[in-house]
């Protein structure tokens, strides 16, 4: 497998990670065992957001990019794939505080929901 593809299928993952630490919890209602990997993850995207960190896929992918011939990027995964569809400009450190906030609060709900189906 060539690197570009293995580097595609990181962004791939990357997006499913992202996806599941937002809407993760909301498997629970269906198979309660997938708390033990949806609360890592959704720790993990709170806290990478809130840290200003990067995520090591984003190293991983560019690596593989620029080892196929391909230019690497600069910042995170957010900042390249999603940040330019949601917002025109570049991310600022307010913009992913806001994204870190909206994950935990998304979660929070959520888990609220799981604790109050499970009291009933």
Same mark, same amino acid.
Request: aromatic residues 16%; proline residues 5%.
């Given at each position: 497998?060539?690197?570009?593809?293995?580097?595609?299928?990181?962004?791939?993952?990357?997006?499913?990670?992202?996806?599941?630490?937002?809407?993760?919890?909301?498997?629970?209602?269906?198979?309660?065992?997938?708390?033990?990997?949806?609360?890592?993850?959704? =720790?993990?995207?709170? #806290? /990478?957001?809130?840290?200003?960190?990067?995520?090591? $896929? @984003?190293?991983?992918?560019?690596? +593989?990019?620029?080892?196929?011939?391909?230019?690497?990027?600069?910042?995170? =995964?957010?900042?390249? #794939? /999603?940040?330019?569809?949601?917002?025109?400009?570049? $991310? @600022?450190?307010?913009?992913?505080? +806001?994204?870190?906030?909206?994950?935990?609060?998304?979660?929070?709900?959520?888990?609220?929901?799981?604790?109050?189906?499970?009291?009933?």
């Amino acid at each position: 497998m060539s690197n570009l593809v293995l580097a595609d299928l990181v962004v791939l993952f990357h997006l499913a990670f992202v996806i599941f630490a937002v809407l993760g919890a909301l498997l629970i209602f269906k198979w309660h065992w997938i708390i033990f990997l949806h609360l890592p993850a959704a =720790f993990w995207a709170v #806290y /990478i957001e809130f840290s200003g960190g990067i995520c090591p $896929l @984003t190293p991983l992918e560019n690596s +593989l990019r620029r080892n196929s011939g391909e230019p690497g990027y600069s910042g995170g =995964f957010v900042e390249y #794939y /999603i940040i330019p569809v949601l917002y025109p400009d570049e $991310l @600022t450190r307010e913009i992913q505080l +806001l994204i870190g906030t909206a994950l935990l609060v998304i979660n929070i709900f959520i888990y609220w929901r799981i604790i109050m189906k499970a009291r009933r």
